[in-house]
C-alpha cells in the first residue's frame, strides 16, 4: 500500500511584496500629490502603464515590431466615448465604470479583424503592414467624420447615469480610482499571460521562430493570439483615456501616438516586464512637465533616445537589473565614484548642449521674445559669440571628461563581471 504525500508550492513572498507595495502605491499615491495636475497626471500615467504594457506583448514577448499600435487605443476610445453618449441618452443601460471594457471587446475585435492579416507575416513586412494599417485607419478617421466626428473629434459627459455608492466620477480623484483599479487588475492579467503556455511559446517564436515550427507549432497562430489580447488591453487603455478626457479626436488613431508607444516601451526597456511600467511613466513626464518647460522638448527626447539606443539598448530597466546582479554579489560600493562621475560630467555636457539648442529655438520661434534668455538661471545672448562660444566649451568639455570616465568606468565594470563569473564557477563546483 502506497503511501500519498503532498507537496506544497511555497509562496513567493518577494512578488507579494512587489505586488502589494504596486497595490499600496496605486491607493496612496493621490493622496502624497493631492493637486488637480498631479491627479490628472497620475490618471495618464496608469493608462500609459496598460497601453505600453500592451504594446510590449508584441514588441517584448513576441519580438513584433509594431507601428500602429495606436490603432487599438485610439479605436477602442471611439467606441467607449460612443457607448458614453448614449448611457448619456439613455439609449444604454450600463455602468460608466464598465465603459471602458467597451474599448477593450472593440479592441479585441479589431484585433482579430487586422490582425489576421497583420501576422501573416513577421520581422520587416509585419512592421511595414503594421504602418500601413495604421495610415489607413488614419485617414478614415478624417473621411468618417458621421463616427470619427472629423477634426473637432466626438466629446461627451462622464457624469451619466445614476451613482453607484454615491460614485459619479465628476471630481477627478474618482476617475483617477477607477483608472487605478482596472490598471491593477490589467497589470496583473497580463503578467500573468507571460506565465501561461501561450506566453511562453511566444517567447519561443521571438527567439527561434524555425525551431517552433520544427516542433509542431503554428507561429502565425501563436503570433495571432497575442495580438488579439494585446488589442484588447490597449482597447481598455483606450476606454479609460475617454472616460478622463471626455474627448476623442483623430491624433488618438495617428502615427505619432504609435511612435510614442514604441519609444517609451523601448526606454523603459522591452525585455523586462516592468520596463514599459517605467516608460509609461517617463512618457506622461515628458509630454506634460517637459513639454511646459521647453519647446524643444521634443529634440532633448529624441537625443535621450539616441543616447539609450547607444549606451543601453536593453532600456532603464536593463540598467536596474544589471546593478542589482552587482549588488547581490557585493560590488556595487565599487561602482559609486564612477556613477557620480558619469553624473556629474553627462550633466555639464547636457548643460552646454542645451544652452545652444534653448538659443537656437530662441532665433528660430522666440525671436520676438528679446534678445536674451535666461537657462538654468544664467541669462544668455543669442546673438552674441560670447554665449555660442561658452556653451560650446561646456559642451565639448562636458563630452571629453564624459568619455573618459566612461571608459574607465567599463574597465571597472568589466573586471567586476569577471569577478562575479568566477564566483558562479566556484559556487557551481563547490
Same mark, same amino acid.
Given at each position: 500500500?502506497?503511501?500519498? =504525500? =503532498?507537496?506544497?508550492?511555497?509562496?513567493?513572498?518577494?512578488?507579494?511584496?512587489?505586488?502589494?507595495?504596486?497595490?499600496?502605491?496605486? %491607493?496612496?499615491?493621490?493622496?502624497?500629490? &493631492?493637486?488637480?495636475?498631479?491627479?490628472?497626471?497620475?490618471?495618464?500615467?496608469?493608462?500609459?502603464?496598460?497601453?505600453?504594457?500592451?504594446?510590449?506583448?508584441?514588441?517584448?514577448?513576441?519580438?513584433?515590431?509594431?507601428?500602429?499600435?495606436?490603432? *487599438?487605443?485610439?479605436?477602442?476610445?471611439?467606441?467607449?466615448?460612443?457607448?458614453?453618449?448614449? !448611457?448619456?441618452?439613455? $439609449?444604454?443601460?450600463?455602468?460608466? &465604470?464598465?465603459?471602458?471594457?467597451?474599448?477593450?471587446?472593440?479592441?479585441?475585435?479589431?484585433?482579430?479583424?487586422?490582425?489576421?492579416?497583420?501576422?501573416?507575416?513577421?520581422?520587416?513586412?509585419?512592421?511595414?503592414?503594421?504602418?500601413?494599417?495604421?495610415?489607413?485607419?488614419?485617414?478614415?478617421?478624417?473621411?468618417?467624420?458621421?463616427?470619427?466626428?472629423?477634426?473637432?473629434?466626438?466629446?461627451?459627459?462622464?457624469?451619466?447615469? /445614476?451613482?453607484?455608492?454615491?460614485?459619479?466620477?465628476?471630481?477627478?480623484?474618482?476617475?483617477?480610482?477607477?483608472?487605478?483599479?482596472?490598471?491593477?487588475?490589467?497589470?496583473?492579467?497580463?503578467?500573468?499571460?507571460? /506565465? $501561461?503556455?501561450?506566453?511562453?511559446?511566444?517567447?519561443?517564436?521571438?527567439?527561434?521562430?524555425?525551431?517552433?515550427?520544427?516542433?509542431? +507549432?503554428?507561429?502565425?497562430?501563436?503570433? +495571432? /493570439?497575442?495580438?488579439?489580447?494585446?488589442?484588447?488591453?490597449?482597447?481598455?487603455?483606450?476606454?479609460?483615456?475617454?472616460?478622463?478626457?471626455?474627448?476623442?479626436?483623430?491624433?488618438?488613431?495617428?502615427?505619432?501616438?504609435?511612435?510614442?508607444?514604441?519609444?517609451? $516601451?523601448?526606454?523603459?526597456?522591452?525585455?523586462?516586464?516592468?520596463?514599459?511600467?517605467?516608460?509609461?511613466?517617463?512618457?506622461?513626464?515628458?509630454?506634460?512637465? %517637459?513639454?511646459?518647460?521647453?519647446?524643444?522638448?521634443?529634440?532633448?527626447?529624441?537625443?535621450?533616445?539616441?543616447?539609450?539606443?547607444? *549606451?543601453?539598448?536593453?532600456?532603464?530597466? &536593463?540598467?536596474?537589473?544589471?546593478?542589482?546582479?552587482?549588488?547581490?554579489?557585493?560590488?556595487?560600493?565599487?561602482?559609486?565614484?564612477?556613477?557620480?562621475?558619469?553624473?556629474?560630467?553627462?550633466? !555639464?555636457?547636457?548643460?552646454?548642449?542645451?544652452?545652444?539648442?534653448?538659443?537656437? =529655438?530662441?532665433?528660430?520661434?522666440?525671436?520676438?521674445?528679446?534678445?536674451?534668455?535666461?537657462?538654468?538661471?544664467?541669462?544668455?545672448?543669442?546673438?552674441?559669440?560670447?554665449?555660442?562660444?561658452?556653451?560650446?566649451?561646456?559642451?565639448?568639455?562636458? #563630452?571629453?571628461?564624459? @568619455? #573618459? $570616465?566612461?571608459?574607465?568606468?567599463?574597465?571597472?565594470?568589466?573586471?567586476?563581471? @569577471?569577478?562575479?563569473?568566477?564566483?558562479?564557477?566556484?559556487? @557551481?563546483?563547490?
Amino acid at each position: 500500500m502506497t503511501q500519498r =504525500y =503532498y507537496r506544497f508550492k511555497p509562496y513567493n513572498v518577494a512578488r507579494w511584496l512587489i505586488w502589494g507595495v504596486f497595490a499600496a502605491l496605486l %491607493l496612496v499615491a493621490p493622496r502624497l500629490f &493631492s493637486s488637480n495636475l498631479s491627479v490628472t497626471m497620475l490618471s495618464q500615467m496608469g493608462i500609459a502603464i496598460i497601453a505600453c504594457l500592451s504594446y510590449n506583448i508584441l514588441l517584448g514577448q513576441g519580438g513584433m515590431l509594431s507601428f500602429g499600435h495606436a490603432v *487599438y487605443t485610439g479605436l477602442g476610445a471611439y467606441m467607449a466615448i460612443h457607448a458614453l453618449n448614449a !448611457v448619456g441618452a439613455g $439609449t444604454l443601460a450600463l455602468p460608466v &465604470s464598465l465603459v471602458p471594457l467597451v474599448g477593450g471587446l472593440a479592441g479585441l475585435g479589431f484585433a482579430v479583424l487586422l490582425g489576421y492579416v497583420t501576422t501573416r507575416k513577421s520581422g520587416t513586412p509585419f512592421a511595414m503592414i503594421t504602418l500601413g494599417m495604421a495610415e489607413l485607419v488614419f485617414a478614415m478617421s478624417l473621411m468618417f467624420s458621421e463616427f470619427f466626428g472629423g477634426e473637432a473629434g466626438v466629446s461627451s459627459n462622464r457624469v451619466v447615469g /445614476q451613482p453607484v455608492l454615491g460614485i459619479g466620477f465628476g471630481p477627478a480623484v474618482q476617475v483617477y480610482y477607477l483608472i487605478a483599479a482596472y490598471t491593477f487588475v490589467c497589470v496583473a492579467l497580463m503578467f500573468a499571460f507571460t /506565465q $501561461t503556455p501561450l506566453g511562453r511559446i511566444l517567447n519561443a517564436v521571438r527567439d527561434n521562430p524555425e525551431r517552433v515550427e520544427f516542433i509542431g +507549432y503554428n507561429t502565425q497562430r501563436v503570433r +495571432y /493570439q497575442a495580438f488579439i489580447i494585446s488589442g484588447f488591453f490597449a482597447g481598455v487603455a483606450g476606454g479609460l483615456a475617454s472616460i478622463l478626457f471626455e474627448i476623442v479626436t483623430a491624433e488618438v488613431v495617428g502615427a505619432a501616438r504609435s511612435g510614442s508607444y514604441l519609444l517609451f $516601451t523601448f526606454l523603459g526597456g522591452a525585455t523586462f516586464f516592468f520596463g514599459p511600467i517605467i516608460g509609461a511613466v517617463l512618457m506622461v513626464i515628458a509630454f506634460v512637465l %517637459l513639454s511646459e518647460l521647453t519647446k524643444a522638448w521634443l529634440l532633448y527626447l529624441g537625443l535621450v533616445f539616441l543616447f539609450m539606443v547607444m *549606451y543601453a539598448p536593453g532600456g532603464i530597466a &536593463s540598467l536596474i537589473m544589471m546593478n542589482l546582479r552587482v549588488a547581490a554579489f557585493g560590488k556595487l560600493r565599487r561602482l559609486w565614484v564612477s556613477y557620480l562621475a558619469l553624473a556629474l560630467t553627462g550633466l !555639464v555636457m547636457l548643460a552646454g548642449a542645451g544652452a545652444m539648442i534653448e538659443m537656437v =529655438y530662441h532665433l528660430q520661434l522666440d525671436a520676438g521674445g528679446g534678445d536674451a534668455l535666461r537657462f538654468m538661471g544664467v541669462a544668455l545672448q543669442p546673438k552674441g559669440l560670447d554665449s555660442w562660444f561658452g556653451a560650446a566649451f561646456i559642451t565639448l568639455t562636458g #563630452l571629453g571628461l564624459f @568619455e #573618459l $570616465t566612461r571608459r574607465q568606468f567599463r574597465r571597472e565594470w568589466g573586471q567586476i563581471q @569577471e569577478e562575479i563569473e568566477k564566483e558562479i564557477k566556484r559556487r @557551481e563546483t563547490a
